[in-house]
Structure formats: C-alpha cells, structure tokens
C-alpha cells in the first residue's frame, strides 16, 4: 500500500511513460523539493507593537483550498495557499514551501498533508518527505480533510471512506459511509471513535459514530455540514444553520436556530459553547440558554483562546474580545482581504489570521 518517494529520474520516466502534460509532470516533480526561506512580504519593528498591531504578513497566494491552516509546537504556521503548502516560521519568513494541501499534525509533531493526484504524504521537519500512501479518490473528488487522533493516527476522510492510517504510513482501519458523501474532517473522540457529518443528493444529512472497529454504533439525522466538535465526555456539538448539542449516545439533547450560516461550535472546559454564525458571535451555556452575542461589521471566523480566556475571532477586521463579550480592540486587515478560517493562536499569544490571500501576525495584549 505504501510506496517511498523515488529520485527526480523516476519521476520523469513515470511522466513520459503515462503520458502527462508538460504542467502535470512539472507538478510532480515541484511538490517533491521543498523552496527556499524567503522573508515575510511586510515586517514590523516588534519593539513597536501594540496590542492589536500587525507584527508581519506573507502573501501565500489566493486561497483555493478549504483546509484550515495549522500551529506546529514551535509556532510555525503551516497554511495552504495557492498550490502550496507553506511554513512559516514565528518571525514570518516561510522556511520552505511544497506543492501540497492541507495539514494534520499529531500530537508528537508529525506533519501530514495531501499531494495531488492521489496521495496522503508525511513531512519531515523540513518539508521532504518521509512517505507517501496512495488512495482510491482523485484530487478533486470531494475532500474531507485530515484529523490526528491521540494515539498518533492520521484519520482521513476522502469521498465516501475513512481512512486510519499510522505514523510508518501502514493503514490500520479503513470505514466506508457508502452510498453518502464525508461533509467534513473525521473528528477523533473518546475511545478512537470518529465523528463525521454526511450527506447524500436526498438532503439525509446525519452525525455518525463510528468504533475503531469500522462499525457504525449509531447515526442521527441533522442538518449539518460542519465537523463537530467533540468534548472530553464523548458529548458534540455540530452546526449549519442551527446548533445542536448531541449526547454520546447520539441523542439530540438540544438544539437552536442561528441567523446566518455558522462555522464548528467551540465547547469550552466549563461547558460554554461558542459559535459565529454569519457576522454574529453567539455564546450558550450547556443548557442551551444563549449567554450573548457579538455582532462583528462582516462575516466572521472563530473563536479561539487566549491564555488569559481573550476571544479572537476575525472577518474583514480582526477582533479581541472580553470572556462576556465586550471588545477589547479590533484591527482592519488589508482591502477585501477577509480572514477564510478560524484564526490561531501562537504560544506567546500571537494571533495568526489567514485571510483570502495573506496570512497575518498580530501582536496579542
């Protein structure tokens, strides 16, 4: 099932052979050599950053990918740009950049990505490759995502099939939704049992449990294309236009009509669930009462946590905000530049945004 990465001679001769286009066969032979650092296109003096203040911002090229960015233990920013996938390091040079998409990273620091046509590839520190798994869907079949799982697997959700597949690139478990469609990321949950939202052309869209045996324990049907979020205690939270709260056996405890399309509701340990919903940021208690709203000038992505419980959520601005919702400070980003997904936040604090083009450093409290 694995195969290791060959020299640049095999590559040619595979292209020759399959006959591919010039574009095609410099695609592959791009995605395996990983470029050179390369400053940030705007820095700051950091000794003049205030809070809210960018600190620096690199053009990654125009957003064509629906894979979040992700924050390595060093606070290298991993983002998909245009054909690439970049990392960028705390001070805002790119350390190197390969034709791939997307980014799962394990909790041991492993690097995942995807590389057109057909593959599921592991990164080394340094962008080169470590390995390569081919898959059964092309790369314009419908993409779920990645997702690490706590006990270093890399669940993959590709079409109608999840995919478990270990650190040596050895394929553990394989489950199949057929005849609907993966809506978004396999989620990990208590036990290694995986979460997803499906949907077929008759409008079942429904929330599936499934063991790391590959069986369904149970689905309920909602109307969802978010990946849920999952809590210590197996419970989740999952939304479209509504938000539902669904308990660990896979009732429907509550749930609550949103004015506006809503991004993945966030639980916090306290069991304050906070969810944007077109230019709204809503928080409810676990019973489902509504706490209170923030209402941003845009469509918003977010929250994410400071250390000190600071919410960050972002859209055509950026914002801060109190744990009752009051704003602490909001900055402009660049024009109709808007943030894509929910922003980051680095361990000195450091709010990263990745918007439609760039990706932003803001400085934190």
């Known amino acids: 099932m694995r195969r290791r990465t060959g020299g640049i001679a095999i590559v040619l001769a595979f292209g020759l052979v399959a006959g591919l286009s010039l574009r095609q066969l410099w695609y592959l032979l791009d995605s395996r050599v990983p470029s050179r650092e390369t400053a940030p296109s705007f820095a700051a003096d950091e000794r003049l950053a ?15 990918d629906q894979t979040p960015p992700g924050l390595g233990a060093d606070d290298t920013v991993y983002v998909s740009g245009e054909r690439y996938l970049h990392a960028i390091a705390k001070d805002g040079r790119v350390r190197w950049k390969v034709n791939a998409s997307g980014i799962a990273i394990s909790r041991d620091g492993r690097l995942y990505t995807r590389r057109w046509p057909k593959a599921l590839v592991a990164l080394n520190d340094d962008g080169s490759e470590r390995w390569e798994v081919p898959t059964d869907i092309g790369w314009d079949s419908s993409l779920g995502g990645l997702a690490a799982d706590d006990d270093g697997t890399i669940l993959v959700a590709l079409g109608s099939r999840i ?12 489950a199949d939704v057929r005849p609907h469609m993966v809506s978004g990321p396999a989620m990990p949950g208590p036990e290694h049992t995986i979460y997803v939202t499906t949907m077929d052309r008759g409008g079942d869209d429904r929330v599936r449990a499934i063991g790391s045996d590959g069986r369904e324990r149970w689905n309920v049907r909602a109307h969802v294309i978010r990946p849920p979020a999952v809590t210590f205690d197996g419970t989740f939270y999952t939304a479209w236009t509504e938000l539902f709260r669904i308990s660990p056996a896979g009732r429907i405890d509550w749930h609550r009509d949103l004015r506006g399309v809503a991004e993945t509701p966030v639980a916090r340990d306290d069991g304050t669930v906070f969810i944007a919903a077109g230019s709204d940021l809503l928080a409810f208690d676990a019973g489902g009462r509504l706490l209170w709203t923030f209402g941003a000038a845009s469509t918003i992505h977010g929250p994410a946590f400071g250390a000190d419980g600071t919410i960050f959520i972002a859209g055509e601005s950026a914002y ?14 660049s024009d109709r530049d808007d943030a894509q997904f929910p922003p980051l936040v680095a361990s000195d604090g450091t709010l990263i945004v990745q918007t439609s083009r760039n990706v932003y450093a803001i400085a934190p409290r």
């Open 320 to 333: 801060a905000l109190e744990p009752t919702g009051r704003e602490r400070w909001q900055v402009a980003l």
């Open 50 to 64: 205030r809070p809210g203040a960018i600190k620096w911002r690199v053009d990654v090229g125009l957003w064509a």
């Open 163 to 174: 995919y478990r597949i270990d650190a040596e690139g050895a394929v553990r478990l394989t």
